[in-house]
């Protein structure tokens, strides 16, 4: 009689993390693409996240996911760190090998992947506004110039962490060589900056919509035909009823999260999983 080998494990950490769609997604991308592994959500108390990675590491886990508040807390634990993470400055994937601790961030990736892959916007040349400067705004920076858009305002409420933003951007920018982050193409400033601008997408990369709050957007902020993105998802917010009362087209950041999740599922397996069902199952409910 044969024995087949234990399934690899994985997990995300979070905290809270009992709301988390991750090992639901993961579990469909291992049906997918018949990978044999566990994915679990592990919750770790706020002072305890490094014993948590540790003690997880020790009983055999391969890698992992880490979601709010601890992205920063990955970036310092990794020994090393991807291109994408470092321009991040925090970690959301987690790869535990002979050599040690990995550290990637896929949240870049899986945004313009949703957006250019499933809803079909073509990124170069277009005016976008990114509103926020907090750990998720940071991760998808340099993806987003790279896409080649004809501008990215930064907007955050305390302008101060937007401009600094900018600044590093442009340093790493200039350092990978990319070119992407010129002044002229990028820049921050405060909401009252955005009086008389219009913009052809607004990805919304605050928490004001986790407490159903909506940022000051003056009107007439959506160019025709714009697309207003909410990373959050789960359920309507302000932000996206504001821009279809605008005539906006909305999307929410469910696609977001399925296509990080794929990006991890690649860097561990080697293999991509197909994101469109399972956003589909999703979306299902
Ligand atoms: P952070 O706490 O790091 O940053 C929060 C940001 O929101 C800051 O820029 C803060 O401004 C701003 N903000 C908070 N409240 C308000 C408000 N009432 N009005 C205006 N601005 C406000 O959070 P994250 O960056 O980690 O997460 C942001 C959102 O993105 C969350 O909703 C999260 O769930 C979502 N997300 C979704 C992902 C996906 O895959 N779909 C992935 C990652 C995140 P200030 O600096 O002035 O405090």
Do not use: C
């Not at 807390?73 to 040690?100: K, P």
């Not at 949240?107 to 040349?125: C, P, S, T």
């Amino acid at each position: 009689m044969s024995v087949s080998p234990p399934s690899d494990r994985y997990a995300v950490f979070g905290n809270p993390i009992a709301h988390s769609k991750s090992p639901r997604i993961h579990a469909a991308f291992a049906e997918q693409t018949g990978q044999r592994l566990t994915y679990e959500a592990l919750f770790a108390p706020l002072d305890g996240f490094a014993a948590a990675i540790a003690g997880f590491r020790g009983e055999g886990g391969r890698g992992a996911n880490v979601t709010v508040p601890f992205k920063e807390q990955a970036y310092a634990l990794s020994a090393r760190l991807s291109a994408r993470a470092e321009a991040a400055g925090a970690v959301n994937t987690l790869a535990f090998d002979a050599d040690g601790i990995y550290g990637d961030n896929t949240d870049g990736v899986g945004l313009v992947n949703d957006l250019a892959g499933n809803l079909g916007l073509r990124l170069a040349d277009k005016r976008i506004l990114l509103m926020g400067a907090g750990g998720a705004a940071r991760g998808v920076v340099l993806p987003l110039l790279e896409q080649g858009p004809a501008e990215l305002f930064i907007v955050n409420r305390t302008a101060a962490k937007a401009e600094d933003l900018v600044a590093q951007a442009s340093l790493l920018a200039s350092r990978l060589d990319s070119g992407a982050a010129t002044p002229a193409r990028l820049s921050a400033g405060g909401y009252e900056a955005l009086a008389g601008r219009h913009f052809d997408l607004v990805v919304n990369a605050t928490a004001a919509s986790l407490a159903g709050d909506l940022p000051p957007l003056p009107a007439g902020l959506f160019a025709e035909g714009a697309l207003a993105y909410d990373m959050m998802y789960g359920r309507d917010t302000p932000f996206l009823a504001r821009a279809r009362g605008e005539g906006a087209r909305g999307a929410d950041g469910l696609g977001m999260l399925v296509e990080q999740a794929a990006e991890a599922f690649f860097l561990w397996r080697g293999v991509r999983p197909a994101t469109a069902p399972v956003i589909a199952l999703l979306r299902a409910g």
